[in-house]
């Protein structure tokens, strides 16, 4: 099954790099990128040491509901060219991840959640999303829990 790795959508990226608040009506914080532990969820990269970096709370929902989970995130503080794509993304360089798959409604459908090593995360992602009922797959770290990027069909 091909797959669609998707990063956030440039239109809310954009709008952080402009100053605008984050899912806890907050600026976002700038900092210095300390570099491959500082992926941006918007180019799929991990940040150069030295640049300049956003700090937010994200949530990568359309609308609250209870399965909506807010978390932290980095973005590059210029503006980047969005990532996705078919192939696994260069941010997702950690020996494992927590693959989780939603349904339509962007809940979590029980039972679908595991800590998959990397090399795993296209097979468990084509497994899941073969699955009636299972519309995205979040990819997230398996240390912190931050969200990462999404997987759909393509």
Do not use: W
Request: net charge positive; glycine share 10%.
């Amino acid at each position: 099954m091909p797959l669609l790795f998707e990063a956030m959508p440039s239109d809310l990226a954009r709008a952080y790099q402009a100053g605008a608040p984050d899912a806890y009506g907050l600026p976002p914080e700038r900092a210095r990128s300390e570099g491959a532990g500082n992926p941006c969820r918007h180019c799929l990269s991990h940040i150069p040491q030295g640049r300049e970096m956003l700090i937010l709370a994200y949530r990568p929902f359309p609308a609250l509901q209870p399965y909506a989970e807010t978390g932290p995130i980095f973005l590059c503080a210029d503006p980047c060219a969005r990532g996705g794509g078919g192939a696994l993304p260069a941010i997702l360089s950690s020996p494992d991840y927590i693959l989780r798959g939603y349904d339509a409604r962007h809940r979590i459908v029980y039972g679908t959640g595991g800590v998959i090593a990397r090399d795993g995360i296209i097979a468990r992602a084509e497994a899941l999303l073969a699955k009636p009922g299972i519309a995205s797959v979040h990819v997230r770290s398996a240390r912190n829990n931050c969200f990462q990027c999404r997987i759909v069909r393509a």
